[in-house]
Every structure is written in C-alpha cells, then in structure tokens.
C-alpha cells in the first residue's frame, strides 16, 4: 500500500514556459526508457519476487521513488506549457517565430491535455506495458535495470545539453545523479548475484544439455576480420569456463529446408 | 549488403507435428525478446556506429548470425503445424484431446498464416520496433545486448523444459549455447569499454553538473529496512568514486506544485 | 445495411489552405476522442444491443449520423492539404515561414496520403478499437458515451480557438453544437436508465456479496486534508443508500505477501 | 513523493492455485478498464491539476490508492500460477484435463514471466498510455472516472462469477465494494461541477458561436422510429436550455464534395 | 452522409451457439484483412478521391457495402456467444469438455463485451488504422485493395472449413460470393487504369530519373539459381519496356559506410 | 543462413546534412510501406513457402536484398542527421531558421539515438510485423507484394520531389529503379500463377459452394449512378466465368436481428 505526501523529492521550476522543450522532455516521463518505464517495472518485479526479502524490499524501494520522478517531471512539463501560443489571434499576418513554436510543439499538449503532461514519449507515442520486463529470474532482470538507467542517464544528459535554462537544468542534474546511483546499485547487485550463481542467466540450466560446441565461438559472419581484435574474440571468457575462439568462416550445420505441401482444406498454392 | 544460403545455421527437424508448441515457440521468435529483437536492434546498432571499426565489424557479424537463427524458428514452426487438426470433420461429435489442441492453438496460424510461422510472440502480439534500441552509445547497448541476450536465453531454457520432442530440444540446445557465447560476448566488450570510459553511462558528462550529494545515496522509500543489508547500501560504490550511504527516511526536498490557472481559451475547469 | 448520399450533413469549406492545421484537426477524426471513436462505438454497441428496441435504434441513429462527421471532417483536411509547399524548388534559399510550415505539418499527408485525410490523430498515431467499448451494459456504456462526447466537444472547442479561418470555424460550430446534443442526448438516457436500475452499474450484482464496510468510506491516502470539504466525503452518497464517511489514516488490512519460490523448471533465482 | 507499507490494502489469498483464472484476471489489472488505467489516469489528472486544491488532493488520495489495487491483483495472480503444469513430463501420454488448462493458460506467464503477474490484459494485449485521459477540464474527466469505475465494476462482477474460489471472492468483494464507493465519488464530484458549471463541457464556450439550430434535435438516420420514444427526443434538455426535437427525416445540409486535382510532384492519379 | 436499414445485407443465423467458433470469426471482423479494414480503407479512398466521379462513386458503393458486411459478423459473433459455459458452477469436478471450450474462447468475449462482438481480430489484438492505405493514386490503392480481397477470401474460406455449422457456412457463402465479385471489380478497374496510365506505379514519374541499367534485373542473392526458370527472369517485362535480365552474381556497387564521429554533446561513445 | 559485406548495394552519400529531410526518409525505411515491410514480408514468405522450389528460392532473392535497401537508407540518415543543431547555445536570442529545422526534426533522432537512424516511420511510429502477410498462398501474396512495391515506389518518388540534394536523389533513383523492377516481377510472377491457377484467391475453394448469384453484381449503395460506366459493371468479369451485372437498388435480403437477453450473470442491461 502506499501513501503520497505533497512536495516533490526535488524541485522543478523551470525559469521560463517553453512548449517546444516541454514536448521533448516528454521522452524521459512517457519514452521507453523513461521515468514510467523504471516506475513500473520496478513495481512488478518487486510485487513478483520468489527471492529472499531484502531483495523485495530494495526493489520495491526504488520502484517507490521512480513514482516521483515521475511526478517531478509531469509537473515540470505542465509549466513549460504555461504561455503556449496556441490562440489563433488573427488570419495573416503570422510572426515566423511563432509559427516555428507552433511547429515544434506537440498539439496534443493543447487540444488534448489542456496544457499538461501527457504519459506519452517525444513523438506523442504512448506509453507501453512491453516497455518492461519482470522475468522471475533477478540477474536477467537487474541486467534490464542497468541497461535501464543506463539509457535514460544517457538520454536525460543530452536533454540538459538542449536547453540553457537553470531551473531546469537543476531538476535534471538531481536526476542524472540518481541515475548515477541506480547503475551504482544495479551493478552492485549484479555483482552479488553473480558471485553466488555465475555469470550466464539462468545459471540452473544443466549445461551438458547445451551445444557446448558452439558455447564460446566468435562467428565471423561478415566480411572483414576486424573483429578479431577485441576482447571478445580472445582470452578467457566473462563466465570463466573457457578461452574465446575464433571461426574465420563459420559454415552451416543444418539442413535445406523443404516443407511438406499443405492440406487442401488450407487452400494454400496447389502443388 | 547480404547474400543467402539455403541451408540452415543448425538443424531444425520436429520429431513430430505439435501445433500447441508452435503457438508458444512464437514467443522466442518475434517476442519482446526473440530473435527478431535482436536481429533488428543489432543491425541498427552497427549501421549507426560512429565508433572504431572493430565494433562496428563485431556487431554486423552476431547481426547477421541472428537472421540466421530467425530462419530456423521460422522453419520449426512451420513443421510442427503440419497435420495440425483445423478442419471440422462433423458438427456434433468432438473429441476433448483434439478440442484441447484447437482450444491451445494460435487460431491466426491457420486462418492467416496457412501454417507458416508469424512474427508475432507467443500470445499473437506483432514484433515492434520499440522492442529495439540504438543509443549511439556502446557502453548503454552493450548493456541492452546482454538484458536481451540473457532474458532470451532464459526464454528458451523455459521451453526446453516445456517439451520432450528430441528434435526440438536439439534445435535449442544450439541456441541455448548461442546464448551462452553471446552472453560472454557482451561482457567481454563491456568490460573492454569500462575499462577506457569508466562505469557511468555517459561517462562525457561533466560530473559537476551533477546533484553530487545523491549520487551514492540508497533511499529507503519502502517500510522494513532489509534492503539495507545488500550490496547496493554497503562498500565501496561499482564507479569507484565513493561509499554507498543508507538514507533511512528520505524527505522530500522540493516545492509543493501550484501550477496555475490555465488561459480562457484552454476551457479548462474555470477557476 | 446502409446507403451513402453524397451531399456532407453539413458545409466542410475552408476559406484557405491550412496544411498545419490540417494535421491538428486529425485529432478530433482519427483521435481517442475523435469522430471515428464515436462511430465504432455506437456501431458496435448498437450491434451488439440486447436491450429493448429503442434503445438499439436510437444507438444506431447516432452512429450512422457519426459516419457523415468524420465524412465531412475528413473532406475538411483534403482541402486543408491543397497547395502544402511539399515541393523543395531548390536547395539554399529556405524562407524560415515556408520552413515553419512543413516544420509544422505532418509529413505524412504528402508522402504517404497524397494530400489526403488519414485515419490517424494529431501526431500521427494510428486510430486503435481499444478506444471503444461495447459491454453489453448500457448505463456503463451510456457513461462511456458521455464522456466521449464531453472530451469531443472539449477538443473542438479548442480546435475552434486556434484558427480564426470562417469555413472551418463554421463546420466546427455544426459539430460543437451536434456535442451540446449528445451529451443531453447520452445524459438523458442515463437519466432513464438510473430511475429504473438504480446508480451503481452493474445493478444486478448482490450488495450483500461486497465488503459493505468499505463501500461509502472516502480514504484520505496523501498527506493534507483538503479533500475533506468536497461532496464526495459529506452527505448522503448518489446511489441513496449511505452517507459518505471520511477516513484521515486508512489503515492496510491485508497480508504482508510472501511468495513460495517458483519450481527448478521455470529457472527463477535460485533460493 | 510516495512511500510504501509492505501489508496489502487488503487481503490477496487464493484458495489454491488456477492458472487459467490467473489469465482472465489479467483483465482487471491491465486492461481497458483495469487497475493501472484508473492508477495512471488519476496520477496525472492530480499532477496535471489547475484547479482549486481540494480536487488535487482528493484526485491524488485516490490514485494512490489504485496504486494498491494494481499490487493486491499482481499479488493474487503470481499465487493463482502456482504449481501450474508447464513442465512437459513425457511426449505421448497426455491428459485431457491438463492440456486443457495449458490451452487456456496464457504462455507468457510462464515463458516470459516465470509464474509472475504482467502488466497487460486477459488476451495478453500490453497497458497502454492512450487508455487514460488528463484533459484539464475536470467535469470531463470526472464523467471519463464515472465510466472507467462502472467498466471496471462490471467487469469485476464478472470475474466474481467465474470463480468460486472464496479466497479469489474476498478479494474481489472489496475491490468491488471500492468500485461503488468510487462511482458514488465521481456522481458527487460530477454534481458539484455541474452546479456551478452547468452541464454541458465545456461551458466556457460561448454558445453564440455554435450552430444552435441543431443543438437539440435528435436525428433520426435509420429507418424504424423506435427512438422516438426515448427521454432524448422528449422534454426538457438536461441542460435545462431547450426541449428536445425528434427530426424524422434528417436532411443533408452540406456541400457535395468536389477536390482539385493534386499538384504534378504529387504524383496522384492523373486527370 | 448515410442512412441505416435494420435488415442485414444477408442472413446471419447460426444454428447453434460456438463460442470457440465466435473467436476465430473475429479475424474477419477485426483482423488485418477483415471487413473493418476494407471498409475504412474504402471509405478514406473514396473520401479523400481527385480524380473523375465515377471513381469516386464507385470507391464509396462499395466502402458502404462493408460497413454491412462488418454488421453481419457482429451480428453472427453476438448469436455463437449465446450460452457460452463461463459461469463457474462449482469448484472442483470439472468437465475436461467444457474446460477446453473455455481454454478455446476469448475471455474478453464474457469479461468486457459481455457476450458481444469486438472490434479486434482471432488474437484479441485491437483494430489498427496502419492496416488500411489512401494514397491518392488509385492504381497503387486498388492493387491495395485486390490484394485485401484475395487475402480476405482466402481466410473465409479458411474459415468455411473449420465449422460444419449450417448458418454460419451460409453467411461465409455470400461473403465469399461477394468476394469473387469485388476481386473481379478491383481487377477490371486496375485493368481500365493500366491502359491509359502504363503499368507501373506512379506513371507520372519521368523515368530518365531513374537509374535504368537496374530497372529491369533479377538479382540472384541467394545460392542456387532456382530462380532463374520463372516468367519474372525471361522474356518481355510486364511494362513492355525491355526484356528480364538475370544477374547471378550481383556486385556492391556502393561505398563502405564510415560514419563521422558524433559531437561531444551527443555523449555517443568517445573516439 | 546469411551473409554481409561491407559495401552497400549503391552509394548513400548526401551532399549536405539536413536532419528534416531525415525525418520525412524514415518513411520509406520504418513505414508501413518502407523497406523494413517488404525485407520482412519476404523473408516470412520465403521461410513458410510449401510451393515448387523456384517460388522459395526467387522470394528469398529479393528478401535478402531488401537487407540490403534497409542498410542504405539507415547508412544516408545517419549522414543527414551530422550537424544538427540540437545544442542548445544561450537562452533568448534565437534563430527562427534554427527554430524551424529544430521544430521539423524528430527530437528522438537526438535524445534516443544520438544522431542515428531508427526502426520507425516519419512521423516516429515504430514499425510493426502487422505491416506483413504471408499467407500460404502465393497468389494472395504476391499480390499484397506488388501493391508494397506500387505504395514503396510511390513514396520514393514523392520524397524525390522533396529535396534537391543530389547525393539523396542519386540514391532514390536506384530505389526507383529496383521497385520498377520489382513491379515487374511481381506482376511475371503473378500472371505466371493466374494462367495455371485461374484468377479468383483461393481457387481451389468449390465454387459450388459460394452463394453464385451475387458471384458478379456490381451494387450501387450510394446515392447516383457515375459508377456504372466503368469496366466494373460492364462487359465480362475477369476470371472469364460471367459479365458484370449493375444492381441499381440492391435490397437488404437477411434478417432483422434480434438478439436474445444475456444471462444473468452476465450483468448485462436487465430486460
Ligand atoms: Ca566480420
Ligand atoms: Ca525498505
Ligand atoms: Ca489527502
Ligand atoms: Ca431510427
Ligand atoms: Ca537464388
Ligand atoms: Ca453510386
């Protein structure tokens, strides 16, 4: 269960209205990596938990704070708007400068919301349940948390770079620095986990019954051997089983396929 | 540019026809994780990268391997619909072994597909672009890669446990050890860029930007304090910058939001 | 079974062209609240109608009514697009005004409508049937049609606000005044319906099968009591049957979750 | 900014496990008219708020509280999926009776979630954000709440009938009790605006500029009139402005369409 | 504008409930090439129609059929979904029949619609408008709409063999009849356009500013040169322009891509 | 199994950025008709191809090059997207011609992938497998081919019109080429069918049982007679089995629906 109190975690009191950023600060509120997407598959990873309890607890933890990040930047976005120029003053006589506003701006934002966020990404795309993962195993899914906050610390600091106004640049350097945080913490817990399962997700899998052949092959699959040179192709591998091997031309092991015909109640080409 | 050969990476030969399977192998094919995702995430990764060639070589080469491994989902599928029981011999009489086989089906299989595998996941929805990402920052998708290759490998290992036809579990046998290689791939190139760039994504962000005082900082937003036993809230923090700090009762440090009213033109609530 | 005449219910002439406005009026043909919304709506509710015959052929009049609205609006945008400066003369010399223009349009309408309407909303977004409902309960779906057309008339009225063009603003003044009716309409519907059934949809579930206790109490889950002097926590409740009680510290009264770990096969984290 | 208690709001404890209702009671966590919808619409209804403060307050108190619906119902199915039969014993021998549940499960429980709740409806389609509306009118988006809270109740009396689990039935009489409280709520919030609004939404605009001729005259476009004898084509509008008139047979007021060919670059049809 | 007539353009009775049957007769409602995507396609190209009247008239008599078809299917879906079996009697004995008939069923037939048609396809996946195309030619569009005839009657026939039911099989009769007929009407009317405009689309196009020396090879890409014995490898092209060239080893007649590296403010990966 | 080498199939080399233009070039990349549609619709088409081998073999051709177009054009957006200007310098003294090039990109060729290409269309749709059909039935499909090919070459031939950069153009007129030559084949291909098959999709299903009187009538169901004199309603059909008919009035023949009350736990509106 949970309980809201007023005040946000942090500040957000943009300078100045600005629709046209406020369109593009809906990417990390509604994006696919943004603050909706950590929010909600923190919370099902959380309420899905079989592990021990102080896992539940840590998850559920951030997944309460992804909330008001959440918040912080809805509310952002609902002043950015205020002083939109979506009145239509009169025929003709168009200021060019208004009109490249008009133009960058996201009409949904006026005729839609009224002036207010949307939980919806930068083109106005909405926001999607397949933008999460809660898989039941906690290294596969701490690996979707870091690549997560990985992504959005990418995304919110090229937004700081778009805009020069101090308010929100404010806002967004408290959120970078809790990016900064939860890849700190995911990879932290990365790093427990793999210590007492291993380093390939899932670690329960009996590995004689994979292709064991084909389990630390680098396939050079492309024209060129430049990638040759990287760590990947040498030296012992991430799970500490065996060395890299390289395969200068990796040949087909399987068959040519040919499918039986159809039945005829399926009415596919007649033979 | 691309060229085709007919045989197939790995064999792919049902024993016998399973038209259940065949709706839920979907899911390895053109799920959230499928081969498809990664297919198509790889080849727009290495047809944007703007960095040194020995990446841009190594991600076009598991790329084009990745076709080749929707290829052959695509071709087991198509033999484990052959004789799958579609056609209505007589109203009347049903026999509950078949009626729970067509109850089990995918239905599009037959009445669009003609028993041809679909890029849909194991519950119909399409593959869309927004299960891809290229950030045009390694160190972030290489993070992306290994999420996927590991929520993938998981994927399979599940429906390895879910069947006992020989010829399938030879098929995902190749690919669960695919998925082990690739695994160790990504870490290998993670831990090679971590090692030039640092562990924060980006690392070209001036970190005095950021709202230093929480960037270490673990906040307990939950009731119950197990969260503070983990690794997440103790040591050294994975950046080597510092020591994670456990924050017991996190207060909120921003304004309380009084947004204002909205102009006439709007027809928002009237004040 | 229907029959098309050609004449529009109502006058869809713009005094001019207009290709960014174009691409604002989607919203109210192709939108969440847009004139195909209504329209698949009442057809299918009406369809699917197994109430007594008035209220199906009422249901159907609507609809067929709402076809010649999106009719007319999409005539509206055709002619909206003639003249769109979508043809690049020559490289350098760009007037920022003409820039601004197809900065503002929807490139689409050139490229793939050919100056054409598109089934689509303000930013592009394709029209999706999980906008409807059709539930077989017509008080529900009566509510659904109330809001449909409150949030219709809300997004008109401002489309009407933000041109000053005399030919859209008066096909948008039929269209706003066709709203005014609908929702008296649907209200008046949902009047009749209430006197006979009762407020609470469905009505025909048992009372005496839900928590009682819980079904009156208004509970203050965020912090500040404001909401304390609304109706909804004062007096005697709509359905007639309470008065509204107020709870200041809404308690949890279920169990603390603790899952059991998943079995060896689904490859959870191990315990 | 939230915080989190680790006991439910209520009780979430199945008598035993049903895989197959775990799937149908997706519905009401991440559909249409599920949990997250009425969580999500009322979070950003509150944060987008610009009227006076006891709407925000009472808006937000309640989204907080959807936040712990959504928890009890992923709670309830991660235990409805226990012990379901995903595990393939042996080909050959297959019972009736379990291949009927595996039909009827839903795959990606088990594949993609690892016996864990999803954020997505009964048929697997995933939550999306153009589910919910925050249109900065609030008499509009009250009557979108009174819909989403009479949906949801009625779906919910639905799923009531389709188990006799009495732990499942607990549950579901409290989320059911909350549904009246909820419907009640919005009446009264409804009623409040009303009567200093008036009805119709938006009532800011001025009703000079709508083509009041046709503002209450119900059109009668299909053949039958049945619908003559509804309150909507009789007495007084709910708006309390005009009566209402039955048009028997409606008449086409508008021009007959006529487009200028496209431009040459268009490349459309010749003339 | 439209009028309705409560007669349906044919019958629609099934002799007996199937709600199992009632799902996958959605995919001709709902679906991809269902009737919903023939009817607005149709309707959006006649709307949106420049070019002569008949045309235009023609394009809308045939949009106005569909939206009959649609209501026969929802008709017929509402009727197989009568006494449909989801009303749980009892906990425990439960009929491996039945069972499979509610694994087969679409649970959002009973939960949302309440035993009515939906606007969705045999998966439950919602009607898009990215499955229809107005392009403003009318060539490109009617090939769009012969290909949505073929692929429409291919799945009722489908459809026609997976029931024995005497009352739908006479419903799908007439559909398939009035498919053969829109076939042959898309096939004259491409023929009319292919005579006067050329074959290839778009004709306005001057084909100097095409690169010609490609215009009419088939390239082998793949191994094995089966390709090589079809019409579309020998002989005169179908525009009756020049004659098909087969190229069997086709060359990279392109530059090696070497991107720039990204300014410093993107924070892709350094140099 | 595939595959790459470095060099594209054609120079992808504009002479000068220009991140609008690589906007409005996603179209023909992600679209519903770009080159990622007809790569995937082949591949899918090829895989579950059950015809004679030179159907598979020249299916996967074309596939495997329509790699290859998806490569060139992610190669040229890359390109278009160098140098723009997304940095924001100071606050207040801003360019209007920057302005507009800012409002006419898409935000996310920035914030989500840092000057890249991306999976998606021109307005930021991501693309979807639901843009793809493969049937089983070549005849159906190769139609659904060559109207992809017709809809493809169209809007290239638009985006020409567009720009006058003569690297872009340069480029285009090789796509231009292809797709006359892949109007072509298709075309070979499908008379190649039609001659053995007969022209109606499927042919195989008896035409006993299609309801023959309406196999051929033309229906007029709007208002006016300009459709009559088009080849559609005169002369003999073209499958060669009769001539066309021209029905003026075409009469409802089924029945008026009536449905039955629900069930009561349906919870329906009562009777
Ligand atoms: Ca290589
Ligand atoms: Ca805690
Ligand atoms: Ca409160
Ligand atoms: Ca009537
Ligand atoms: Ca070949
Ligand atoms: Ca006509």
Known sequence: MFYHVKELQYDAKPSQPDPVYAKKLQEILGGQYGEMSVMMQYLFQGWNCRAEGK?????????????????????????????????????????????????????????????????????????????????????????????????????????????????????????????????????????????TQGAIVPSTFNQEFEKQEVSYSFMNFSEGEESKTGRWANGPTLDGQANFEYIQNPKAMGQKPQLQPGPKFIHGTPP
Chains 1, 2, 3, 4, 5, 6 share one sequence.
């Open 55 to 195: 896992y539940r607890d840590m998850i559920l933890d951030i997944a309460t704070e992804e909330i008001a990040h959440v918040e912080m930047i809805a509310t952002m976005i609902a002043q950015l708007l205020d002083g939109a120029p979506v009145h239509d003053q009169e025929q003709g006589a168009k200021d060019p400068a208004v009109e490249a506003v008009l133009g960058g701006m996201n009409p949904q934002h006026a005729i839609v919301n009224g002036l207010g966020a949307q939980p919806n990404d930068s083109v106005g795309y909405p926001w999607t349940a397949r933008y999460t993962i809660a898989s039941g195993n906690l290294l596969a899914d701490f690996r979707a948390n870091l690549n997560a906050e990985s992504q959005g610390r990418l995304q919110v600091c090229r937004l700081y770079e778009m805009t020069t106004d101090p308010g929100v640049r404010d806002m967004l350097s408290f959120l970078i620095a809790r990016d900064t945080m939860h890849q700190n913490q995911w990879m932290a817990a990365i790093e427990e986990l793999e210590q």
